[in-house]
Nanobody
C-alpha cells in the first residue's frame, strides 16, 4: 500500500521560509515522478512543482518559480520543497503526489495523480 506522509507545514509571516517533506513507502520511489500541489479553500487544486524520477528535471508553476525549490532523495524515499519568500497567496493545504506519469503529477489537462498524501497546512499571514 502506497503511503505519502507530508510534514513541515505551519503558520508563518509573509517573507518567511518553510521546508515541506514527504516520506514515501509502499512503492519503488525511484520509478515515480513526484511533486506537490496545493489547494486553498474554495479553489481548485493548483500544481506547485514536480521532479523527474532521477531528479534531473524540475518543473514549477509560474507563481512559485524563483521562490520554491523541489528536490528528492531516492535513497531515503523522500521528497522536499523549500519555500522561500512566502506570500499570503501561498496559503493552502500542500499535497505530496506520486505517479508513473509526469503529466499527472503536473495536473496537466485536469489529470489526477494516482497517489497523494493527506496534506499539510501552510498559512502565510500578511
Amino acid at each position: 500500500q502506497v503511503q505519502l506522509v507530508e510534514s513541515g507545514g505551519g503558520l508563518v509571516q509573509a517573507g518567511d521560509s518553510l521546508r515541506l517533506s514527504c516520506a514515501a513507502s509502499g512503492l519503488t520511489f525511484s520509478r515515480y515522478a513526484v511533486g506537490w500541489f496545493r489547494q486553498a479553500p474554495g479553489k481548485e487544486p493548483e500544481f506547485v512543482a514536480a521532479i523527474s524520477r532521477t531528479g534531473g528535471t524540475t518543473y514549477y508553476a509560474d507563481s512559485v518559480k524563483g521562490r520554491f525549490t523541489i528536490s528528492r532523495d531516492n535513497a531515503k524515499n523522500a521528497l522536499y520543497v523549500q519555500m522561500n519568500s512566502l506570500k499570503p497567496e501561498d496559503t493552502g493545504v500542500y499535497y505530496c503526489t506520486a505517479d508513473s506519469l509526469l503529466s499527472r503529477v503536473r495536473l496537466e489537462q485536469s489529470q489526477q495523480p494516482a497517489n497523494r498524501g493527506q496534506g499539510t497546512q501552510v498559512t502565510v499571514s500578511s
